[in-house]
């Protein structure tokens, strides 16, 4: 999975952007433990989500482009008061497209965060029609304000 995500991604080429790392994933597991989920079809995880849970400010400064992904992950506070969260990617294979996975890790991911943190938004940088697609359902499931950072 990590491999597929650096093949849409192509994050290690561009350094405003996370590049998922063993110290990455710590980071992320101090931030929350919800932050990274996956689903599992009994002979490994055939879709993974990373979300961030953040703060409204840094969420502000990232949709206007004022600082980037890796910076807006940098800047999150451990611990704190979090009250937004960025869909930072979402990945499934292929044979596994179309059947709900995503949607259903991202529902149960923030519905953890929530459970800690009084999440009130949710932001995306699309990569793909579907990003848009599963952060608009997402966002409407949830009864979270949605916000875009322009491509």
Same mark, same amino acid.
């Given at each position: 999975?990590?491999?597929?995500?650096?093949?849409?991604?192509?994050?290690? /080429?561009?350094?405003?952007?996370?590049? @998922?790392?063993?110290?990455?994933?710590?980071?992320?597991?101090?931030?929350?433990?919800?932050?990274?989920?996956?689903?599992?079809?009994?002979?490994? *995880? @055939?879709a993974w989500?990373? @979300?961030? *849970?953040?703060?409204?400010?840094?969420?502000?400064?990232?949709i206007e482009?004022?600082?980037?992904?890796?910076?807006?992950?940098?800047?999150?506070?451990? *611990?704190?008061?979090?009250?937004?969260?960025?869909?930072?990617?979402?990945?499934?294979?292929?044979?596994?497209?179309?059947?709900?996975?995503?949607?259903?890790?991202?529902? /149960?991911? @923030?519905?953890?965060?929530?459970?800690?943190?009084?999440?009130?938004?949710?932001?995306?940088?699309?990569?793909?029609?579907?990003?848009?697609?599963?952060?608009?359902?997402?966002?409407?499931?949830?009864?979270?304000?949605?916000?875009?950072?322009?491509?």
């Amino acid at each position: 999975m990590i491999q597929l995500a650096e093949e849409f991604f192509a994050a290690k /080429n561009d350094l405003a952007q996370i590049s @998922v790392t063993e110290e990455v994933l710590e980071h992320l597991r101090r931030i929350h433990p919800a932050t990274l989920s996956e689903y599992d079809d009994g002979n490994g *995880p @055939v879709a993974w989500i990373l @979300v961030i *849970p953040t703060l409204k400010s840094l969420m502000e400064q990232f949709i206007e482009k004022q600082i980037n992904e890796q910076e807006l992950l940098d800047r999150t506070p451990v *611990p704190g008061e979090y009250d937004a969260i960025y869909l930072c990617s979402a990945l499934v294979l292929p044979e596994y497209r179309e059947k709900g996975i995503a949607r259903q890790l991202l529902l /149960n991911a @923030v519905k953890s965060i929530r459970a800690d943190h009084p999440i009130q938004h949710l932001f995306y940088w699309a990569f793909s029609p579907a990003g848009k697609k599963l952060s608009a359902s997402g966002a409407h499931e949830l009864g979270l304000e949605l916000l875009q950072r322009p491509g």
